[in-house]
């Protein structure tokens, strides 16, 4: 059964850097899938943010694009998110989920990890 | 530009049925999505993923009280017999060139 855990440093400066880790089990991220962060404003609906693949290719929403980095560690078994520059409107529940390579839809989610971005 | 609609609430009684609709924008009709559910203060769940032609597959352990169908542009997600653990919001999600996209959520009272 594939457990993503996702985590970070809960509190962020703003202009500071937000970096998040997803820890895979159950499944291997140079396996035949999408790795995937979305994120969830307090209150609000969800936000795809973007996706690496078992090839290191990768996918961003255009809106974060000039912001953002995903990468993977295949010896950790772990996806990374790194967001430069954030500011309040970065304030979120950010989640790791699963996309099967050539599916549409997202088949598992990680439990999220809640970012605050305040001085 | 794909986009997907959902109505903002529903609510319905304790053991009755609850549908839900995504509707995908103008050429985009033959897209597959999916249903995921969010229970008050977790994370998303994946319900099932719905093809244009109605078939569905679940997701790992959900019940047989939800179900999936579609017709033309809208796809659906049908409750039946509500439970209290039923009331969360309900997002869809599918995926184009690319780019993942999810729709506004439906939010779910039982009452």
């Known amino acids: 059964q594939v457990h993503l855990q996702d985590s970070g440093p809960g509190l962020v400066k703003p202009s500071g850097t937000l970096s998040l880790t997803c820890a895979v089990s159950g499944d291997s991220v140079s396996g035949s899938s999408w790795w995937s962060w979305v994120r969830q404003p307090p209150g609000k609906g969800l936000e795809w943010i973007g996706e690496i693949s078992h090839r290191g290719s990768t996918h961003y929403n255009p809106s974060l694009k000039s912001r953002l980095t995903i990468s993977v560690d295949t010896s950790r078994n772990e996806v990374y998110l790194d967001l430069i520059s954030v500011t309040a409107a970065d304030t979120a529940v950010y989640y790791c989920?699963?996309?099967?390579?050539?599916?549409?839809?997202?088949?598992?989610w990680g439990q999220g990890t809640l970012v605050t971005v305040s001085s | 530009q794909l986009v997907l609609t959902q109505s903002p609430s529903a609510s319905a009684s304790l053991g009755a049925s609850v549908k839900f609709t995504c509707t995908l924008s103008?050429?985009?009709?033959?897209?597959?999505i999916a249903w995921h559910q969010q229970q008050p203060q977790k994370g998303p769940r994946y319900l099932m993923k719905i093809n244009a032609d109605g078939s569905h597959s679940k997701g790992d352990g959900i019940p047989d009280r939800f179900s999936g169908s579609s017709s033309g542009p809208e796809r659906y997600l049908t409750i039946s017999s509500l439970q209290s653990e039923d009331e969360a919001d309900y997002y869809c999600q599918t995926y184009v060139s690319g780019i993942q996209v999810f729709g506004g959520g439906t939010k779910l009272t039982v009452l």
């Open positions: 103008s050429g985009h009709r033959s897209f597959a």
């Open positions: 989920a699963r996309r099967p390579d050539g599916y549409y839809e997202v088949d598992n």
